[in-house]
């Protein structure tokens, strides 16, 4: 089989069932961010600071091949052949953010991005994290969309957030926290 099979040259690409649509359209939006997201999850893989945490960063990119899965299938495929997103994952994340936030000094602060380029690396995993959510409320708000998925997507974020402290504290890293300028009254 070709990876190239010409169907999408006219800008339309099928959703597992057959329905083509739009490559613009929202639900192709959705599911691409997804995959993005999914590479930068990759790359944070194979930071050397990760190498502790490999398990559970393929394991995250499993379930963001499930989210894809989902969001890339019609209504009906969805409840027959695709693989499942359960609660007990929103929760593994929960319980990654809370070994890691008893081990990191508190947040007293904003943070700003950067310091390292793995640390780099998660921030902007975490913003295309974001963003994926936001494509994804902004489907469900014409399709269906599990809840679980805009939850995934949620707790997902919160913890690239965390696993940036946690790599700006392992790497010996100084967080620098935002101070705002304010501007003086005259």
């Not at 953010?97 to 990191?104: E, K, L, P, T």
């Not at 998925?149 to 010996?172: H, Q």
Request: glycine share 6%; proline share 3%.
């Amino acid at each position: 089989m070709k990876i190239y099979t010409k169907t999408g040259d006219r800008g339309t690409t099928s959703l597992i069932g057959g329905t083509r649509l739009s490559k613009a359209h929202v639900r192709i939006d959705a599911y691409g961010t997804v995959d993005e997201l999914n590479s930068y999850i990759g790359m944070l893989r194979d930071q050397p600071v990760n190498v502790q945490r490999r398990n559970l960063l393929k394991e995250i990119q499993d379930r963001l091949f499930t989210i894809g899965s989902h969001l890339a299938s019609e209504s009906d495929q969805v409840k027959r052949v695709l693989p499942d997103l359960l609660e007990d994952d929103v929760t593994l994340l929960e319980a990654e953010m809370d070994a890691i936030d008893s081990q990191i000094p508190p947040l007293r602060a904003f943070v700003l991005p950067g310091g390292h380029q793995s640390v780099s690396f998660g921030h902007i995993a975490r913003t295309v994290c974001r963003r994926a959510e936001r494509a994804v409320i902004h489907l469900q708000q014409g399709e269906e969309v599990e809840d679980i998925v805009i939850r995934y997507l949620n707790r997902l974020s919160d913890y690239l957030f965390m696993l940036c402290r946690a790599m700006t504290y392992e790497l010996e890293i100084e967080e620098v926290t935002w101070i705002p300028r304010v501007a003086s009254k005259k």
